[in-house]
T-cell receptor, first 109, second 113 residues
């Protein structure tokens, strides 16, 4: 069964305390893995697309990596404005698109 | 540039009433999606339009739900005889193609009383 699991569900970090969010997946024929950020009361905002194992993408304090079974979103020296829910989504063969339930990140000043 | 817009931003309706939600995608985006997000839960796929092809309706939870899209422009999601379990945020997204990143609108928060 195709599935996307994100962990942890919630994460509290002190400002400057680096950490990683995990997205593990079991899908038939990965076509792409997407990371989004969602702020309260808003729609998800696109961050990255990863297509193949070994691929990495960076944007400011965020770095996304991909293996054959999981993706990590690394947050380096986070700031309070990085507080949000981070969603992972996987596009499988046959155009099926699955979202995880997200990791709620809180960065404390 | 203009992103995906949705209206209304909030809708409160009585159980049993019909509601219509609107989505204006990014110009030039051939693919359009509707998702539902219940409080504290992940995004639930509802329906997908790609150009003039027949829509993928596999995510619609019941026959009370329907959606239309005219060409590559505006889409409307209609929920008939609303139930309390329909209360959620309804998100619309568009993309250049089915395998491209999706850009989401701000959502419509539907509350059924």
């Amino acid at each position: 069964e195709d599935q996307v699991t994100q962990s942890p569900e919630a994460l509290r970090l002190q400002e400057g305390e680096s950490s990683s969010l995990n997205c593990s997946y079991t899908v038939s024929g990965l076509r792409g893995l997407f990371w989004y950020r969602q702020d309260p009361g808003k729609g998800p905002e696109f961050l990255f697309t990863l297509y193949s194992a070994g691929e990495e993408k960076e944007k400011e304090r965020l770095k996304a990596t991909l293996t054959k079974k999981e993706s990590f979103l690394h947050i380096t020296a986070p700031k309070p404005e990085d507080s949000a829910t981070y969603l992972c989504a996987v596009q499988a063969a046959g155009n099926q698109f699955y979202f995880g339930t997200g990791t709620s990140l809180t960065v404390i000043p | 540039g203009a992103g995906v817009s949705q209206s209304p931003s909030n809708k409160v309706t009585e159980k049993g009433k019909d509601v219509e939600l609107r989505c204006d995608p990014i110009s030039g985006h051939t693919a359009l999606y509707w998702y539902r997000q219940r409080l504290g839960q992940g995004l639930e796929f509802l329906i997908y339009f790609q150009g003039n092809s027949a829509p993928d309706k596999s995510g619609l939870p019941s026959d009370r739900f329907s959606a239309e899209r005219t060409g590559e422009s505006v889409s409307t999601l209609t929920i008939q005889r609303t139930q309390q379990e329909d209360s959620a945020v309804y998100l619309c997204a568009s993309s250049l193609g089915w395998d491209r990143e999706k850009y989401f609108g701000p959502g419509t928060r539907l509350t059924v009383t």
